[in-house]
């Protein structure tokens, strides 16, 4: 007897609790298995781009805050530093350092919602996440208490930051600093000894080295593949070539590996801000830049490590106050590259398991 | 037995999708310059109850205003707030919300949260007419109000409220999730205030 | 540290493989002819010593009167990057070869560029809107763009 | 000795209705006892719903409903009245029929659970002597509940969770009767009540494997976590209910919590010891030594519900074949060695044997059966 069977199609998204936003993926599914995939973008496409060529550039800060709402301080640093290099502008010391903490904080912030997110599509009911959130909102606190905003901050400007710190941050950041490990300890303990996760992280979703260079994945896709890259490392911005940190990679690029990466990148950034603390100098936070900033002719492209990957902004001027051109390089549009490749023939839970391991943002994705 | 795979059905192509999708929007789009009902008009309308049905009334409103299960959906940053708002340090379960259904059927409230571009308005109201009545929409963030920062971009809509009814409005970029937490209470107090047995003159 | 390449140096390099095909090249920038386009990024993929297995970011600009498409090139093995581009001088229809046989990274790059340039990528094997919904009229990062 | 059906009952609400011969009062007597389990079942669900939705903020870091009522006590009361009068929504191409019944199709066999269940000593409305076959042959019904509705909804991730939830029950079924069958040959008896009177010492010491197994068995039968496919949010969103609004959620909604409170009082009968406690011969204390079990099982679920992640189907399936069915296999061998050859043994040995064998075992299991390696297949 012959059964006829048919593959169907399942629409998840873009409203749906595993996509992380509007994100939407058409499976074409052979029961459980996923024969096909489709991804759909543009459910969040505000035209970043095009409205920045609108404005000046110091008003074109605001939008970066909400590419990568995860990580704003880190987009408004790439920003920062792409227009800087266009322009010319030397930062003060103090302000670097001052970036430097920021940005390794909302490092922090955003790998402990990468993780919790991942354990939610793994289907962990909450816990790990509001565990999680519980340390993000002590990072939230500190970043109040520097701008009074706890998602988009708006903090770092050309050639400077907006405000010096106040009196109580730096007590308030050493306390973090001290107390975050033993936390991560812990997660670590109760995640990475859980043997439902190792099952469902391990062995699935394997990106291998070339693929990853192959299909331009950037952060920690790329170094769960096992490749040593790091642009803070690379090419060293800011002041990061003043202190000591190491690179975490790993080796097999599946899904527990890219958790494992996110977990090492946390504490080495706790490194980092302890040794920013120390050697903060005091001084001037703010490089004179005029009101309106006219750049020479010119185009610029300016790249930090964002928390996912390298976050890049190539600008051209043609010497009015407004950008000619503004393109973001989003690492996690990059990094969702490869998403067709691996979730082909795995079944439909893996397949979120793999998504929530990319650590995407769709403001970034789609822009 | 032998399993006989067929060949993908036709419908599935994904041009037919996109172009099925493309239409939606347009449609959309063209609709949105029809202006939706106020939603609140019924507050000023004179209640002609008696003392049972307003009995009736108020342990009906005190269930829904007590239970209100937020759609599990998320748009943008705003989103991220309403997680917190969700999570440990606000944790809006302390008034029964924390059961943010995934299935909009199943649900009470839309808290569009975050930017709407006009691809996306057909799926959110898609999301709306799927809920069940009764139904409540905050809008949360200038995002969802007006558009807000991206008002003049060519792919977003300037205001959720020419898609769907809005309740309540809850200014900020983002608003805070004390401000979510508010507005949330200002919508049970709207609840609470509603007529259920009494036709409506202007529906 | 990333060393930024001498656009000269490549471009001899270049111009030995395929004669005539750089226009100018400064900087960290080389300029080459349209046609050239898929040849010379699987020459800079391959070719000892630059090895440029990552495509960091690939963009477009449009200049009104012509577009301008750039490659970002990075080596992740020697450390070291170029900029490659390409002039689009035809407005009404604007063609190029598509990269992704190369490096698959720009499969998404060349679409959002097709969405919002309106340049074709011959060779792409998905070429379709990606941000913006079938039936959408115009391109907008076109400078020409009205709403 | 007093029995709650035909001494306590009549003493506590004198109204004489009950007679205590059968033949004159049967029907009176069985109407009145069907309603009280029947509102002893939906007011119990309200308060697990309201528990579990406390101990998970607790453990979430977070306090959970408190605003509605003391405590936040009437907030599944404000629940209930809620769905019941929400809009009722039945999509278009959807089998009406079917999908009109499949609540009713869930709920009923799990409420009919409750049936034989003994609160005390014989105080079971049906005291059955073979209880726990009919416990076995009913309590798998509600999952053609559960696929009438994937099916009749007309909705892809519903059927999707229907189709899960079929090869998920019918695995998990034999390793659970294999377990109870242990618990069946100590006792000597099917009736349930029978093995509550049997446990001088509660089985969960003597069968201690067989608990584990059952107790995993049952978390799959009724889709809890970490085998909660059927629901799975991250994946199918909604799983089966999701089409469903209204009343017939709500009963959907019941019937999960039905089948928690159903498999919470078998492990209590079956291996906590049941009724019994210190005391027991008191009137009223051992209906509450029963419920004070019910709840500390219902902990536990929660306890894991709130903590590990959702296994992957195939992994699910394979802890069924590959692990629980062969220990349920020794579990037996051993159990009914134990009952044929030393019968007049005390039952402590056994306990110490039996705990140190079902230690062995799950640590060789552990070992053997590692899924971190298994491949994935198509």
Redesign the interface.
């Known amino acids: 007897m012959a059964l006829k069977t048919e593959t ?3 629409n998840a998204g873009p409203q ?3 996509t992380h936003g509007v994100f939407r993926m058409r499976f074409i ?1 052979d ?3 996923i024969q096909d995939v489709e991804p759909v973008f543009g459910y969040l496409h505000r035209g970043i781009e095009k409205l920045a060529e609108g404005l000046t550039y110091s008003q074109d800060m605001v939008f970066t805050d909400r590419l990568d709402y995860l990580a704003s301080m880190t987009n408004n640093q790439a920003y920062a530093v792409a227009v800087e290099k266009l322009a010319g502008i030397q930062v003060p010391e103090r302000a670097e350092y001052l970036r430097v903490i920021m940005a390794e904080l909302m490092r922090i912030s955003s790998h402990l919602m990468g993780v919790g997110f991942l ?9 790990p996440l ?2 999680m959130y ?1 340390e993000r909102e002590k990072i939230l606190d500190l970043f109040d208490m520097v701008c009074g905003q706890r998602l988009t901050y708006n903090y770092m400007r050309i050639g400077g930051v907006s405000q010096d710190i106040p009196e109580e941050f730096l007590p308030a950041l050493k306390k973090f600093t001290d107390t975050l490990p033993r936390f991560i300890e812990e997660y670590e303990q109760l995640l990475a000894t ?7 992280t ?3 979703g394997i990106l291998t080295k070339e693929a990853a260079i192959n299909y331009s994945t950037a952060g920690p896709v790329l170094r769960a593949s096992g490749v040593k890259w790091d642009i803070r490392k690379a090419e060293p911005y800011s002041v990061y070539n003043r202190f000591n940190f190491e690179i975490p990679t790993a080796t097999k690029g599946d899904v527990y590996d890219r958790y494992r990466i996110k977990i090492e990148e946390m504490k080495q950034s706790i490194i980092i801000i302890k040794q920013a603390m120390e050697q903060l100098p005091q001084g001037e936070i703010q490089a004179k830049v005029p009101k309106v900033l006219r750049p020479p002719k010119g185009e610029a492209y300016g790249r930090i490590e964002g928390p996912k990957g390298e976050l890049g902004f190539y600008l051209v001027s043609d010497g009015a106050t407004n950008p000619y051109r503004l393109h973001i390089r989003p690492p996690s549009l990059l990094n969702l590259t490869p998403l067709r490749e691996l979730v082909i ?6 397949a ?1 398991a793999i998504f929530g391991s990319i650590d995407i943002c769709m403001g970034e994705v789609d822009r | 037995m032998e399993l006989n795979n067929q060949p993908q059905p036709e419908v599935y192509s994904d041009k037919i999708l996109d172009k099925t999708e493309g239409e939606g929007v347009e449609f959309v789009k063209q609709q949105h310059q029809i202006q939706i009902e106020d939603p609140d008009s019924w507050q000023n309308e004179e209640s002609n109850h008696n003392f049972i049905l307003a009995s009736a009334d108020a ?2 409103n ?3 205003s ?2 209100v299960w937020p759609v ?1 959906a998320g748009l943008a940053c705003c989103a991220f707030e309403m997680i917190s708002t969700a ?2 340090r606000f ?1 809006i ?4 919300m ?1 059961i943010f ?3 909009p ?2 649900a ?1 409230l839309l808290i569009v949260n975050g930017t709407l571009t006009w691809k996306m308005a057909p799926q959110l109201k898609r999301i709306y007419e ?1 809920m ?3 139904k409540y929409v905050i809008a949360m963030g200038s995002c969802a109000i007006s558009g807000g920062l991206f008002r003049n971009s060519y792919a977003v809509v300037p205001g959720v409220n020419k898609i769907i009814p809005v309740d309540v409005y809850i200014p900020g970029c983002p608003p805070r999730p004390e401000a979510l937490l508010y507005g949330i209470q200002m919508l049970h107090k709207k609840i609470k205030k509603q007529r259920n047995f009494e036709k409506r003159k202007s529906a | 540290m990333t060393v930024e390449l001498q656009a000269t140096e490549v471009a001899a390099k270049l111009e030995a493989a395929f004669p005539g095909c750089t226009i100018e090249s400064s900087g960290n920038t080389i300029v080459i002819k349209d046609e050239f386009a898929l040849k010379a990024a699987t020459f800079l993929k391959n070719a000892a010593g630059l090895d440029f297995n990552y495509l960091n970011f690939l963009t477009a600009t449009d200049y009104q009167t012509y577009f301008e498409v750039i490659y970002d090139l990075v080596s992740l093995e020697h450390n070291h990057k170029l900029v490659l581009k390409i002039k689009l001088n035809n407005r009404e229809k604007p063609e190029l070869a598509s990269v992704t046989g190369v490096w698959k990274g720009a499969d998404f790059q060349e679409r959002e560029i097709f969405d919002l340039f309106g340049i074709n990528f011959t060779g792409h094997p998905n070429l379709k809107r990606i941000f913006l919904w079938e039936g959408f009229q115009g391109y907008p990062l076109r400078k020409d763009f009205k709403q | 000795m007093p029995t709650f059906t035909h001494n306590i009952l009549p003493t506590v609400l004198n109204t004489g209705i009950l007679a205590p011969d059968w033949p004159a009062g049967f029907w009176s007597h069985m109407i009145i006892f069907v309603v009280i389990l029947f509102l002893f079942v939906i007011f119990m669900a309200m308060g697990f719903i309201y528990f579990e ?1 406390r101990v ?2 607790r ?10 009522g003391p405590f ?1 006590l ?2 599944p ?7 019941l ?5 039945v999509p278009l191409n959807a089998d009406k029929l079917i999908h009109l019944l499949a609540p009713v199709a869930a709920i009923v066999p799990a409420i009919m659970v409750f049936a034989v269940i003994p609160f005390q000593n014989g105080a079971a409305l049906a005291n059955l002597n073979i209880g726990i076959l009919y416990i076995v042959a009913i309590s798998s019904v509600s999952v053609v509940g559960m696929v009438m509705a994937g099916w009749g909804s007309n909705n ?2 519903a059927l ?1 969770s229907a ?2 939830v079929i090869a998920q029950v019918v695995s998990y079924e034999i390793p659970l009767a294999l377990a109870i069958i242990g618990v069946v040959l100590f006792a000597g008896t099917l009736s349930m009540n029978g093995i509550v009177l049997a446990q001088k010492i509660p089985y969960i010491l003597l069968q201690p494997l067989g608990f584990l197994i059952y107790f995993l068995g049952s978390m799959a039968e009724i889709n809890r ?2 085998f ?2 059927l629901e ?7 799983g089966y ?6 009343f017939k ?1 709500a009963l959907f909604y019941l019937t999960e919590y039905t089948e928690a409170i159903a498999v919470s009082t078998i492990i209590t009968t079956l291996y906590l010891s049941g009724w019994r406690g210190p005391f027991d011969s008191l009137p009223v204390l051992p209906v509450i030594w029963f419920l004070i079990k019910v709840f500390a099982v219902f902990a536990v679920i929660i306890w894991v ?11 699910v399936m394979g802890f069924a074949w590959k692990c629980l069915l062969p220990l349920a296999l020794i579990n037996l061998l051993i159990t009914g060695a134990q009952v044929v050859f030393w019968p007049n043994v005390s039952q402590w040995v056994f306990v110490g044997v039996n705990i140190v064998l079902a230690g062995v075992l799950i640590i060789l299991f552990s070992r053997f059966f590692r ?6 297949e ?1």
């Open positions: 169907f199609l399942v749906h609790p595993s599914l029961g459980e298995v354990t939610n599509d793994i289907g962990a009911f909450l816990t509001l565990y519980r859980n043997e439902i996760l190792l099952v469902r391990k062995n699935v023939g795995v079944k439909i839970a893996d979120m | 342990l009906i005190w269930s829904r007590s239970s599990n999570s440990s944790d379960s302390r008034f029964g924390e259904r995934p299935s059927r199943q009470d799927q069940a009545e009764p | 939705r998970i903020s453990f979430q870091i977070r306090i959970g409903p408190n605003r509605v936040g009437f907030q009361v404000a629940d209930v009245i809620k769905i009068i929400k809009e009722d929504i892809k991730y999707v189709m899960r976590t970490p909660d496919l799975a949010e991250g994946e199918i969103v909604a209910n999701i089409e469903y609004s209204g959620f519900r709130a903590t590990l992640p959702r296994l992957r189907i195939d992994q899924t971190t390696g298994d491949k994935i198509a």
